[in-house]
């Protein structure tokens, strides 16, 4: 078990520059959950499930569904009584025989961010083409950028991302100054992961704002999302106390009226977040002249439907993004014959890790189990590195 923060002075001397700066104001918290919370926001309910697999079956042309996994039988650790609560962990099953390189879904989403998104799409950050033919929402007469009718600057990749931005996020952020945000990798603010991070909080709060859901933690994009309690992770004072009250105060909250978005729904919110993005890095972003350059571009994103499928070392699917182009859409293909029934797995890891010997995928996975893997692979390997050790 990992009883003990980890090694702290190590992981900054690995460190530079903003990074290393911001990794010594840090210091390791417990991650578990507020004794007051509701155990209901600690699970997924009837209805959010029903969505869910209906969402599946649509966007997989009937090919995936969503029910209970046996690979991990987890406990989450509080209750009403702080007594241990039995929770269903969920996975992705094929509905019917999926072939061997056969796409099983692509799920986009707007709930993304980069570091730096000059000449990007708002919504899916594609690179965008054409700048100075803009058409405005709703005139299909130009195949360039496309613009709102509120005059923002923000532009979109084409029609349906400017579409999905007015229905879910842009109302709560159009006339914001958001600038400390949107530059703050440019002028040395913040580390572009950090500053990628950021970016993500404020396009999930600004989409949770516009809808009106009294209740954040019961937003759809965020109840699915599960943390992985019981483990240490980095806490700094500005960036998880004072960067969250200067976005929520952006999007015109008051934060000292509003309990709403108390300090305890923003930590158990970004905990959520944390726990499931995608994170990856690409050599290229664009410069105000138009060019590609070669300086490394953060990039995050919550995909709600890949958040479902659960890890394994041996996985069943492959799971691709377009990093050249850097849109949000995570694509799955299957990388073998999946029968009726069968799980669907991704890997958490990359395929050079898949390599590793089961302890140090342990220890990689560790963030988002906070123990054993639990899948076949891992189960055969720790099997025999026991029998190994009881012959010695």
């Not at 704002?209 to 954040?216: L, M, Y």
Request: glycine fraction near 4%; hydrophobic fraction near 35%.
């Amino acid at each position: 078990m990992n009883e003990n923060p980890p090694p702290h002075g190590e992981h900054i001397q690995e460190l530079k520059g903003l990074e290393k700066k911001e990794a010594e104001r840090s210091g390791y918290v417990y991650l578990h959950p507020y004794p007051w919370t509701d155990p209901n926001l600690l699970q997924r309910d009837t209805t959010l499930i029903s969505s869910l697999r209906r969402r599946f079956h649509d966007e997989s042309n009937g090919k995936c569904t969503v029910g209970p996994s046996k690979i991990r039988e987890r406990l989450d650790m509080h209750d009403a009584e702080n007594n241990p609560l039995p929770v269903t962990e969920l996975g992705v099953f094929a509905a019917r025989r999926i072939e061997p390189n056969e796409p099983i879904l692509l799920d986009w989403t707007p709930a993304g961010a980069l570091d730096d998104a000059e000449g990007r799409c708002d919504a899916c950050f594609s690179v965008l083409e054409d700048v100075d033919r803009v058409a405005v929402e709703g005139n299909t007469d130009s195949d360039g950028p496309v613009a709102l009718h509120c005059g923002c600057e923000v532009r979109f990749c084409c029609f349906d991302c400017a579409q999905v931005s007015a229905k879910l996020y842009h109302k709560s952020v159009c006339g914001c100054d958001l600038t400390i945000f949107q530059n703050a990798s440019k002028l040395d603010l913040a580390a572009p992961k950090t500053a990628a991070r950021t970016l993500l909080w404020l396009r999930v709060l600004a989409e949770i704002i516009q809808s009106e859901v009294t209740e954040p933690l019961k937003h759809p994009r965020i109840a699915q999302l599960m943390p992985a309690y019981g483990d240490f992770y980095d806490f700094e004072y500005h960036f998880h106390i004072v960067r969250p009250i200067q976005i929520l105060q952006s999007l015109g909250i008051d934060v000292f009226r509003d309990l709403e978005f108390d300090t305890w729904v923003m930590h158990t919110l970004i905990a959520r977040l944390h726990n499931n993005a995608i994170t990856y890095s690409i050599e290229e972003r664009i410069s105000p002249s138009r060019t590609l350059i070669n300086s490394k571009l953060e990039v995050q994103h919550v995909n709600q439907l890949y958040s479902l499928f659960n890890h394994s070392c041996e996985p069943n699917a492959r799971t691709t993004v377009n990093g050249r182009q850097c849109s949000t859409t995570t694509i799955l293909t299957a990388m073998k014959q999946v029968e009726k029934g069968e799980e669907l797995f991704v890997s958490y890891l990359s395929e050079e890790q898949l390599k590793e010997a089961v302890t140090d995928r342990k220890e990689m996975l560790w963030k988002w189990f906070v123990g054993e893997c639990g899948c076949a692979r891992c189960a055969r390997e720790q099997a025999d590195v026991l029998e190994e050790g009881i012959k010695a």
